[in-house]
């Protein structure tokens, strides 16, 4: 079986341009998950989404983030504009919507803004 | 806000040598997680413990959950070069399977031959 897929693998952007990260659940999970990673703050959750509904986006850092589950295969994370300090690995994770569920979590995005 | 505090945040010890980390928290989860990860990767699931005391053996892994459920450690034996990596502890309301997960900031963990 196929894990979860993350494109692209690396983005690298200007200042004040627009970056969308895409992200592909496995087949049969219901939950997904945004976390982004930085040596300074670490592992961060961003969003999660339970059966394609947005739960909780507390995470999100400010306005230009924005995240969108059209249906239950498929996931995206869009800064817009993007900015210096959005640079870090973005993971998508998926799992099983139960107590004590297994996140699987994909290969990241490297994002850089210049 | 509920933090979880990993310890030590680097660690460089030889093969063959026994190690513990640390990760602490000020709050109660109803379970703690733990992560590797490796460079280029996402972390992957090592074990989840759930009640307060719990020990779970993981091959020379062990882990162990705080009685009041705030602390967790993990204790490798005999450490080898392939379990050098990013050792991650992770705390969710309900586990981590229907919502999401704070991380501390994790153990960088190298193993010289």
């Known amino acids: 079986d196929a894990g979860v897929i993350q494109s692209p693998r690396h983005e690298v952007t200007e200042m004040g341009q627009e970056v969308t990260l895409r992200c592909k659940p496995i087949s049969g999970h219901n939950s997904l998950f945004w976390y982004r990673q930085t040596m300074m703050r670490g592992l961060e959750l961003l969003i999660y989404?339970?059966?394609?509904?947005?739960?909780?986006d507390s995470g999100m850092p400010e306005d230009r983030f924005s995240a969108k589950m059209p249906n239950a295969s498929f996931s995206t994370l869009k800064i817009q504009p993007s900015e210096p300090r959005d640079s870090a690995v973005y993971f998508c994770?998926?799992?099983?919507?139960?107590?004590?569920?297994?996140?699987?979590f994909g290969p990241g995005t490297r994002l850089t803004v210049l | 806000t509920q933090l979880l505090e990993q310890s030590p945040q680097f660690l460089s010890i030889q093969e063959g040598e026994n190690l513990t980390v640390y990760c602490n928290s000020s709050s109660v989860f109803s379970s703690l997680q733990w992560y590797r990860q490796e460079p280029g990767e996402g972390p992957v699931l090592l074990v989840t413990v759930v009640t307060g005391g719990e020990v779970k053996k993981l091959k020379r892994l062990t882990f162990q959950f705080g009685d009041a459920r705030k602390d967790s450690s993990l204790h490798i034996t005999a450490a080898q070069p392939g379990d050098t990596g990013l050792y991650l502890c992770?705390?969710?309301?309900?586990?981590?399977?229907?919502?999401?997960?704070?991380f501390g900031k994790g153990t960088h963990l190298i193993i010289q031959p």
């Open positions: 994770a998926s799992s099983i919507s139960r107590t004590f569920g297994t996140q699987y």
């Open positions: 989404f339970n059966n394609n509904v947005p739960i909780d």
């Open positions: 992770a705390g969710g309301r309900t586990g981590g399977g229907a919502d999401g997960l704070t």
